[in-house]
């Protein structure tokens, strides 16, 4: 098939993209888009399906949302919407958004959720993330040694706006005491100079180092010691937590049902729950460079199973079952 996403997001144009591809399908990104970008795709590509995702320049405006529904709809075309940004954004972007876009299918990142757009008469299935192997995968390089690392954005707005916002939680067990100990942890991402209300404790400047360019995370990934993976919710996993194994890691996440059920702690990765736990784990885990050999190379086996590529084959089975499109 031939697949067209409207995208210019890195962190997902890389993803679920590359993933068609290396199921065989032929895929084209859009790129920045303006009003005539998309019929001349269309036109030239001639695609089976059109793919828009989560919150992005590409869809971030009511305009241009409209847009994309005219030009999509008038072509007759499946328009297929990945909602990423659910639960947290679900009432306030999502919805509005499968409003005036129109999509003909939904996938959500929350299962819990399926059953509410179908509801609301939106046609809807389960789509979790994953990783792609091209991007996320183990390396040899030495650039980087760093003994704790954290690559994400810090969000303290949006912290600071919804205070039972499960990532709080995540952050004051497995960041926080770490901080106050002034055990460094060295953080790639934007604002956490800004963390200080929202942690109760100020993070070193010197410890801040800002953007890291989406294909060059892998690399802090595979070679810090510890990779600290903070959750957004106990009922799904981030999309760094596949990336973060993908890539060799060394993951120290929060114990949650969802990670409890994707992997198992110990043997894949290693959970905290508590402030004591996390400065036990890392006092452990930090001296004994053997055992966090062996949890890394199985955490990248476990996560095999968890590829682009299989999402993608997910996405077609599921789309034909749906009757939105036929197999060849």
Not at 193 to 220: C, F, R, S, T
Not at 245 to 267: C, M, N
Request: aromatic letters at 12%; glycine letters at 6%.
């Amino acid at each position: 098939m031939r697949i067209l996403f409207i995208d210019s997001n890195e962190l997902l144009m890389y993803g679920l993209a590359n993933g068609f591809r290396e199921a065989g399908h032929e895929v084209r990104v859009s790129g920045k888009i303006n009003e005539k970008t998309i019929p001349s795709l269309i036109s030239s590509f001639q695609p089976h399906l059109i793919f828009t995702e989560g919150w992005g320049e590409e869809n971030d405006a009511p305009w241009k949302q409209e847009l994309i529904c005219k030009q999509v709809k008038d072509s007759g075309i499946p328009h297929i919407y990945w909602a990423v940004e659910d639960p947290h954004f679900t009432l306030n972007f999502t919805l509005p958004l499968i409003a005036r876009m129109k999509p003909d299918f939904v996938f959500t990142l929350s299962s819990s959720l399926v059953d509410f757009y179908k509801k609301l008469n939106i046609r809807a299935a389960h789509l979790d993330f994953g990783y792609e192997p091209s991007i996320h995968h183990p390396t040899s390089v030495t650039q980087y040694d760093y003994s704790i690392a954290v690559v994400a954005n810090a969000y303290p707005k949006v912290l600071t706006e919804s205070p039972e916002h499960f990532r709080n939680n995540s952050l004051h067990a497995l960041i926080k005491p770490l901080v106050k100990k002034n055990i460094r942890i060295d953080f790639w991402g934007q604002h956490w100079d800004k963390m200080g209300e929202v942690l109760g404790v100020d993070i070193p400047q010197n410890w801040i180092h800002g953007y890291l360019p989406y294909k060059d995370a892998y690399k802090v990934y595979n070679e810090a010691k510890i990779i600290i993976g903070p959750q957004n919710y106990k009922s799904q996993v981030t999309q760094r937590t596949y990336e973060i194994l993908g890539s060799g890691g060394f993951l120290l996440t929060s114990d949650t049902p969802a990670v409890r059920e994707l992997f198992k702690p110990g043997k894949d990765l290693i959970v905290s729950s508590s402030k004591e736990e996390t400065l036990r784990l890392v006092d452990y885990y930090l001296n004994h460079p053997e055992e966090r050999t062996k949890i890394s190379l199985q955490g990248h086996k476990s996560v095999s199973k968890h590829s682009y590529r299989k999402r993608a084959k997910q996405v077609i089975q599921t789309l034909f079952d749906e009757g939105i499109i036929e197999m060849e």
